[in-house]
């Protein structure tokens, strides 16, 4: 069935989460020379990304692993999540074709965007990519109470698109969270492969591309 309405993912989605993370830990790391020697620069930020998890991670268990693997970085559990929550967004960089993507899509299907992420965190980054004014039905996990692939957080944005979750495609990059999630609900999806081979215990996606610029080719 042809979808009539898509649900977006943020964060790596069509949000360059990865590139803006990797901009944080050089910031983090100039400015913390005690805790991260620059003999040492490349294993460290290795650690960091490993721990990070694609930030699939837990943020209350990163923030406590951070800390812990480098004892003598000067910042608690507690204030490395707040660095992190001020710093991360101004990191974000608009991305090519990101918007005229939105655009299109939005001028011949109902949109919304589904997101795991504290408010405060994913409506900067969202304002940071230039796309705060395209996409005004934003379910956030911070918002809903429910972090996909809880249905709670779907069933939200259905009910404000007002369509059955078989008219629905839902496009993420997390074949847990986003592929799996959407199953669950009786909606069709696309993942965002960013070249990553799909996980074989799991159901596979209805569409895969390489690269969120690729939807329009199966949306048309």
């Given at each position: ?164 979750p ?19 609900m009786?909606?069709?999806s ?7 081979d ?23």
């Amino acid at each position: 069935m042809r979808p009539r309405a898509v649900f977006f993912d943020l964060d790596d989605t069509l949000i360059d989460r990865a590139g803006a993370f990797a901009r944080y830990l050089e910031d983090l790391l100039s400015r913390h020379p005690a805790a991260f020697p620059p003999e040492r620069r490349n294993e460290d930020v290795a650690t960091l990304h490993a721990l990070d998890g694609r930030g699939y991670t837990d943020r209350t268990l990163f923030f406590r692993q951070v800390p812990l693997a480098f004892p003598r970085l000067s910042l608690s559990a507690e204030a490395l999540w707040e660095d992190f929550a001020h710093r991360l967004p101004s990191f974000i960089q608009p991305q090519p074709g990101i918007r005229a993507l939105v655009e299109w899509v939005k001028a011949r299907f109902t949109v919304a965007v589904v997101s795991n992420g504290s408010s405060r965190m994913q409506r900067a980054k969202l304002a940071r990519a230039g796309l705060e004014d395209v996409l005004p039905d934003v379910f956030l996990s911070g918002e809903v109470g429910a972090s996909k692939p809880d249905p709670r957080i779907f069933a939200a944005a259905l009910a404000r698109v007002g369509h059955a979750p078989g008219e629905v495609l839902h496009v993420g990059d997390d074949p847990v969270r986003d592929i799996a999630g959407a199953a669950l609900m009786g909606m069709s999806s696309c993942w965002i492969s960013g070249g990553r081979d799909w996980p074989g215990e799991l159901p596979p996606p209805t569409f895969t591309v390489s690269r969120v610029e690729a939807l329009t080719q199966v949306l048309s």
